[in-house]
Nanobody, 117 residues
Framework: QVQLVESGGGLVQAGGSLRLSCGAS????????MGWYRQAPGKQREPVVS???????TYRDSVKGRFTISRDNAKNTVYLQMNSLKPEDTAVYYC???????????WGQGTPVTVSS
């Protein structure tokens, strides 16, 4: 019903920046929240940030002041601007979209982010 494609990951030095993008297609009319999770090697997948269609955001404490999520509803795209990156931010970042209908959640395939010290 919904397909998500992430891009923008890569290798960056500590203190650098990356901008991730996630484009949605399919039954986009039914998308409510969107956001990002991440999974570091050997760790559980954890939420990073979410954003509602109205633009309300929720960040995990460790990224507040460094990461910024934005959403372009006309383009069905969410972005994650990551500044002041730290080695502990290294993870595969997964975009998600939650639907109004049925509460289903769709996931992208992930884009890897590596922050070197």
């Amino acid at each position: 019903q919904v397909q998500l494609v992430e891009s923008g990951g890569g290798l960056v030095q500590a203190g650098g920046s990356l901008r991730l993008s996630c484009g949605a297609s399919g039954s986009i009319f039914s998308i409510n929240d969107m956001g990002w999770y991440r999974q570091a090697p050997g760790k559980q997948r954890e939420p990073v940030v979410s954003i509602t269609r109205d633009g309300m955001t929720t960040y995990r404490d460790s990224v507040k002041g460094r990461f910024t999520i934005s959403r372009d509803n006309a383009k069905n795209t969410v972005y994650l601007q990551m500044n002041s990156l730290k080695p502990e931010d290294t993870a595969v970042y997964y975009c998600y979209a939650e639907l109004w209908t049925g509460g289903m959640v769709y996931w992208g395939q992930g884009t890897p982010v590596t922050v070197s010290s």
